[in-house]
T-cell receptor, first 112, second 118 residues
Framework: DQQVKQNSPSLSVQEGRISILNCDYTNSMFDYFLWYKKYPAEGPTFLISISSIKDKNEDGRFTVFLNKSAKHLSLHIVPSQPGDSAVYFCAATGWAGNQFYFGTGTSLTVIP | EAQVTQNPRYLITVTGKKLTVTCSQNMNHEYMSWYRQDPGLGLRQIYYSMNVEVTDKGDVPEGYKVSRKEKRNFPLILESPSPNQTSLYFC?????????????????FGPGTRLTVL
């Protein structure tokens, strides 16, 4: 059973606007959450992460929000740029940091 | 350059013919993992290793073997491949904690190996 879910397979956004990608999880033992970005024919690359003791982490245009009570996290990209067009994966891990659970990915298209 | 390399990048084989996909990292990371990516299923962890000679099953280990004899290498072995193992495979490495400004649990992924089993 999928412990990390990304219910939107795709998202289209105009350049300069905000992109919001969502992720839900079921396991309350998850301790750390990460977002990865993937371009075609390449491996995923790390984007941003958040510990379960925080509710927000910001890095430039990227912000991740964590709502532990709802078991929900979101990635905000502001402003969106055409180069942000990629597949975004949400991932979660426990305190040991060895087992990772990934969502199914959301394909973001930023329209110039 | 810090990187994770995988070989081969593409492989077409037949059912039952043993194969090995190699993975190597040059970052002295302790943790290494193998994943498979399938449409509609995202990335699923096959096996992981926390250090030399320490390996454990991930979510989908059936039909796969791994070994970790050296810190830098983590080969994935398919002893008798079957068509349901046709997939895109990724190797990843990480060092838990913070080091040199890197985030906790950030994984570095290889470029992927596209495997087709006929």
């Amino acid at each position: 059973d999928q412990q990390v879910k990304q219910n939107s397979p795709s998202l289209s956004v105009q350049e300069g606007r905000i992109s919001i990608l969502n992720c839900d999880y079921t396991n309350s033992m998850f301790d750390y959450f990460l977002w990865y970005k993937k371009y075609p024919a390449e491996g995923p690359t790390f984007l941003i992460s958040i510990s379960s003791i925080k509710d927000k982490n910001e890095d430039g245009r990227f912000t991740v929000f964590l709502n532990k009570s709802a078991k929900h996290l979101s990635l905000h990209i502001v402003p969106s740029q055409p180069g942000d067009s990629a597949v975004y994966f949400c991932a979660a891990t426990g305190w040991a940091g060895n087992q990772f659970y990934f969502g199914t990915g959301t394909s973001l298209t930023v329209i110039p | 350059e810090a990187q994770v390399t995988q070989n081969p990048r593409y492989l077409i084989t037949v059912t039952g013919k043993k194969l090995t996909v190699t993975c190597s990292q040059n970052m002295n990371h302790e943790y290494m993992s193998w994943y498979r990516q399938d449409p509609g299923l995202g990335l699923r962890q096959i096996y992981y290793s926390m250090n030399v000679e320490v390996t454990d099953k991930g979510d989908v280990p059936e039909g796969y073997k791994v070994s970790r004899k050296e810190k830098r290498n983590f080969p994935l072995i398919l002893e008798s491949p079957s068509p349901n193992q046709t997939s895109l495979y990724f190797c990843a490495s990480s060092d838990p904690g913070t080091s040199g400004g890197r985030s906790y649990n950030e994984q570095f992924f290889g470029p992927g190996t596209r495997l087709t089993v006929l």
